[in-house]
């Protein structure tokens, strides 16, 4: 099984950054009348914050990491590595982690990568990134996590659109020979990977004029090939299977006590299935914070950004916490992360 039990790093910092643009779902015009109260009561999602067309997921991802560089006073030329999370990047190529380095003025001896990995994106970012530094050679790096869906969603598809918002977050990282260990449960299924697809677009299946064009899809919705589609009905089925089994595996086979932990960090989806998931999983509410209600599902960065924004998290951000984060999406992959924090770094949310 995909077991990873890594030592000698610590988190000490996360960060956030979301655009300005407040985008209601009860003022959505592809909902029928009452249709947006019903979807806001299901999903739990109020509004989300929406980039302009110049704004990428690197711009919101940069701002975020540069606020936490400063305030946790680091000296960038020691920054050993960055991993970049996101399937919207800058361009097909340089990867994009190639000019973040360079726009967070980091040393050229900087190890860089960019990972496509959706909505488990901080769970799969954050083996990656301890396992490259546990051994030592690398004392500080940096994991920047941060989507854009609103690029590559259907303005007209209600089915998406609603639930989607952007948002960039980075993840500070120390070498550290008395941290506790990360503890990681990791899955995928590739054999589902057409259940949440841009079909167009990519080498498989190259631009064409035609992939602008709009059409009414089997699911009644309208969208272009270039544009995201989802089996729903599937996605909603593996998240609810896979969402508990990914907590439940990893506390089983490193022997942690669900409850005693602190908090419980899911992947934003919605509120009907991350409450399916709590209940199943036996955690009280407190214990799960939630930024979906005004910050939608943002993909690989819903937990990090849930850290900097969820109510109730004083202990978290104040003093020492035990943790568990789960997430699952496309792909389709999933994991889980068992991992402690004493006293980290938190700016204050930005806003570009």
């Known amino acids: 099984m995909p077991f990873f039990n890594i030592e000698n790093v610590k988190m000490v910092g996360v960060s956030a950054c979301v655009p300005k643009n407040i985008e209601d779902n009860i003022s959505y015009p592809y909902f029928a009348e ?24 690197s711009d919101l991802c940069f701002e975020a990491a540069d606020k936490l560089l400063e305030e946790l006073k680091w000296n960038r030329e020691e920054v050993g590595c960055l991993i970049y999370v996101s399937q919207t990047p800058d361009y097909i190529l340089p990867a994009t982690s190639c000019i973040l380095q360079k726009r967070l003025g980091l040393s050229q001896n900087c190890l860089v990568l960019d ?34 869906p609103s690029k590559y969603k259907s303005y007209k598809d209600k089915s998406s659109w609603p639930l989607f918002g952007d948002a960039g977050t980075a993840t500070a990282l120390e070498f550290d020979k008395q941290a506790e260990p990360l503890q990681f449960f990791i899955a ?12 167009e677009g990519g080498f498989r ?7 602008l064009e709009e059409k009414e899809d089997n ?65 009280s509410l407190e214990k799960v914070p939630y930024s979906l209600d005004v910050f939608g599902n943002t993909s ?6 849930t850290m900097v924004v969820g109510a109730g998290l004083d202990k978290f951000r104040n003093g020492f916490s035990d943790n568990l984060a789960c997430a699952f999406g496309v792909g389709l992959t999933w994991g889980s992360l068992y991992f402690k924090t004493d006293k980290i770094k938190i700016p204050e949310l930005m806003e570009i």
């Open 300 to 305: 690989c960065a819903t937990i990090p950004l």
């Open 188 to 199: 995928a299924d590739g054999y589902s990977y057409e259940s949440i697809i841009i079909k």
């Open 115 to 148: 990972l496509s990995i959706g909505c488990p994106g901080w769970i799969y970012g954050m083996n990656m990134i301890s396992s490259l530094m546990s051994h030592g050679s690398i004392v500080k790096g940096l994991l920047l996590v941060g989507e854009t």
């Open 34 to 57: 009452g249709e947006a109260e019903r979807v806001i009561a299901s999903t739990g999602i109020k509004q989300r914050r929406i980039a302009n067309s110049e704004t990428t997921s």
């Open 205 to 211: 299946f190259p631009f064409r004029h035609e992939s």
């Open 219 to 283: 699911d009644g919705m309208v969208r272009n090939a270039l544009q995201s589609r989802m089996d729903g009905m599937s996605v909603f089925a593996f998240g609810l299977k896979q969402g508990p089994a990914a907590i439940k595996e990893l506390s089983s086979h490193f022997s942690i006590d669900i409850n005693a932990i602190d908090f419980l960090f899911i992947h934003q989806a919605n509120m009907y299935m991350n409450e399916k998931i709590r209940k199943k999983i036996g955690i």
